[in-house]
């Protein structure tokens, strides 16, 4: 019976002035979700707790770890000139191991490096720019880092 009430009330509430039925204050929130949840079939009027998702005490979330990568100092990716790898080679891994490195680039930083002895491969975060250094060092092509700030 209370709930067929109070659904009357918002039914007068929403068709009229807003201002009538209450004599200017404002229907909540709150009873709105109250009338629904007090509904038929809803369980005796309960509403349900939310869901909040705890983070463990000393993990960062995985938009912490992008925030801080972007606003870590950058570094410079070298590749250094070796005289044991194929000039193919050297290509096919620059573009398997950095993302969205085209074929175009890939041969270009391969051909600096041939002449000059030292390329730059890319300017990232510095965890970004270990894991290149890494991975290019795991494919036997002679890489380092360094901050992109210092040096020439």
Request: proline share 5%; glycine share 8%.
């Amino acid at each position: 019976m209370l709930v067929r009430i109070l659904i009357c009330m918002v039914i007068l509430y929403t068709a009229g002035d807003k201002h009538s039925l209450f004599k200017g204050s404002y229907i909540n929130r709150s009873v709105l979700m109250a009338i629904s949840a007090a509904a038929p079939g809803k369980g005796g009027g309960l509403l349900e707790r939310p869901t909040i998702e705890k983070t463990t005490p000393g993990r960062e979330s995985e938009f912490d770890l992008r925030k801080s990568r972007k606003t870590s100092p950058p570094y410079r990716v070298l590749l250094h000139n070796d005289n044991f790898n194929k000039r193919e080679y050297v290509v096919q891994v620059l573009m398997k191991v950095i993302p969205g490195m085209t074929v175009d680039i890939a041969v270009n930083v391969m051909q600096e490096a041939h002449i000059n002895g030292l390329a730059v491969v890319i300017i990232c975060a510095q965890a970004d720019a270990e894991d290149h250094c890494t991975h290019l060092r795991g494919n036997g092509l002679l890489s380092s880092i360094e901050p992109a700030s210092g040096g020439c």
